[in-house]
């Protein structure tokens, strides 16, 4: 059983950044997807964008341009690099992975406030 555990939330003002780290129990070689959601206060959880294990990334419209997911594999470890972030990309950002689809291990969650 992998565990996944988030760090590197905080408080940002808004234009700031942050980068969150994802640090996995083993080795995440066979984890071919990795992604991070996040969780507004009383919003749905929502996707914030995926890596597999090729490189290939894709982010939410709301993110994109702004948000870079990276991982490296000899580290096991994925990040969020996030910036000129905004009030409402506050949340707690959860990073999560799978062999084949996200969803099969979960971080904690990290919580992350953006101030205007």
């Known amino acids: 059983q992998v565990q996944l555990v988030d760090s590197g939330g905080g408080l940002a003002q808004a234009g700031g950044s942050l980068r969150l780290s994802c640090a996995a129990s083993?080795?995440?070689?066979?984890?071919?997807?990795m992604g991070w959601y996040r969780q507004a206060t009383g919003k749905q959880r929502e996707l914030v964008g995926t890596?597999?294990?090729?490189?290939?990334?894709n982010y939410a419209d709301s993110v994109k341009g702004r948000f870079t997911i990276s991982r490296d594999n000899a580290k096991n470890s994925m990040y969020l690099q996030m910036n000129s972030l905004k009030p409402e990309d506050t949340g707690v950002y959860y990073c999560?992975?799978?062999?084949?689809?996200?969803?099969?291990?979960w971080g904690q969650g990290t919580q992350v406030t953006v101030s205007s």
């Open positions: 999560s992975a799978g062999r084949f689809v996200l969803g099969a291990y």
């Open positions: 083993e080795s995440i070689f066979s984890l071919n997807v």
């Open positions: 890596i597999t294990s090729n490189g290939n990334t």
